[in-house]
């Protein structure tokens, strides 16, 4: 609850811009310094530019209620740029490298983590499926 409220604030002080995760906020997170995946806050899904969980971070707050499978475009920011993804949220989250959720994907377990995409989705994914 507390991130969630914190990324609602920054988001909108940030001006909102192109929040495509449809009813999520997709929030630029500190840039990973050290690449620390355990800094993903809670209930929230962290994307990484590079592999590792380095380079740019985003995530966005899974809020309470929000509807199961619905297909969210990943930002324009990050189309094609994620490497590595951590999912602290207790879904399911089925990614895939073209819009509304179709063509090549893979699931990412409720609370599990993926230090690398491989090279079928590396700066590939567009969508994902919540
Ligand atoms: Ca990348």
Known sequence: ???????????????????AFTGLELTAAAPASAADPSS???????????????????????DDGFPS??????????NDRISSIVNNTPRNLIWYVDADCQGASFTLAPNGRISYVGGTFNDRLTSVRI
């Open 69 to 78: 499978g619905v297909c969210a475009a990943i930002n324009s920011d990050f």
């Open 1 to 19: 609850m507390t991130f969630s409220r914190i990324s609602r604030r920054v988001a909108a002080s940030a001006a909102a811009a192109a929040l």
């Open 40 to 62: 993903c806050p809670a209930n929230a899904v962290c994307m990484y530019e590079h592999a590792d969980y380095e380079g740019v971070a985003v995530y966005s707050v899974l």
